[in-house]
């Protein structure tokens, strides 16, 4: 099960910085820089849990809460820099499940998401981040792919595609499900990205891309990396 976190933060290298990471623990992550965009988005991407900065362009975050509360019960992590101990607990009061004041560690946040999920019934397991099988390396945190100890450089999507089908190794995962986790929801018929990208992936990892040992095609289905070493995240 992919949970989807929805990230509001300006701060643009701050929200790839956190995008990025929260990729790699296998998350689906959607993001807005304004309150208004994290509005629309929190009304249609129905998220599981939601990442809210406070200090937004259009307006403060305190307002995007309330309506989340208004709603429902997904789980809200405030991140600020805003120190002031009232403020925290008013806000907290108000129904955030977590107040973190920046700057603050990527393992942090990881391990406050995870108390809030929980909170609501939902027990992460450790994300696989690293991948060995038959001379191909994968390490997810380090961004890097290596076949028989060369590098192997991949696109971005390409990577992302990857770094799907690491994180469930020996699993069939749907067609649907890999174009909305690296393309996005609204790509779901699109299957013609995967006939691509696969090909592109095929051409750089195996050793004859017309008869593939480590990406598989499920036909009908998905597509599969075939099982290896999977080490999660320390």
Do not use: C, N
């Not at 933060?9 to 790699?24: F, K, Y």
């Not at 307002?63 to 509360?69: D, G």
């Not at 909305?180 to 090909?199: C, I, N, P, S």
């Amino acid at each position: 099960m992919t949970l989807r976190v929805l990230l509001v933060e300006d701060d643009p290298a701050l929200r790839s910085t956190l995008r990025d990471a929260l990729a790699v623990e296998g998350f689906q992550v959607h993001t807005a820089a304004s309150l208004s965009e994290g509005r629309a988005l929190a009304a249609h991407a129905a998220p599981d849990l939601v990442l809210l900065d406070l200090g937004l362009p259009d307006g403060d975050g305190e307002t995007l809460l309330a309506s989340l509360r208004q709603r429902g019960s997904t789980p809200v992590l405030l991140i600020s820099a805003r120190h002031g101990e009232q403020q925290k607990i008013a806000l907290l009061d108000a129904g955030a499940d977590d107040y973190l004041v920046k700057p603050f560690s990527v393992g942090e946040l990881l391990a406050r998401m995870r108390v809030a999920l929980r909170h609501r019934g939902l027990r992460l397991a450790p994300a696989v981040t690293r991948y060995r099988s038959g001379g191909l390396e994968v390490d997810l945190a380090a961004h890097r792919v290596a076949l028989d100890d060369t590098p192997v450089h991949l696109t971005p999507t390409e990577f992302k595609l990857l770094a799907r089908l690491v994180r469930s190794a020996g699993q069939v995962v749907t067609h649907r499900q890999l174009l909305a986790d690296v393309w996005g929801a609204e790509f779901t018929a699109h299957t013609h990205y995967l006939r691509l990208y696969l090909g592109q992936l095929r051409a750089k990892l195996e050793a004859d891309p017309a008869e593939p040992q480590r990406l598989l095609t499920e036909p009908g289905v998905g597509y599969r990396l075939v099982e290896g070493d999977a080490e999660p995240a320390a």
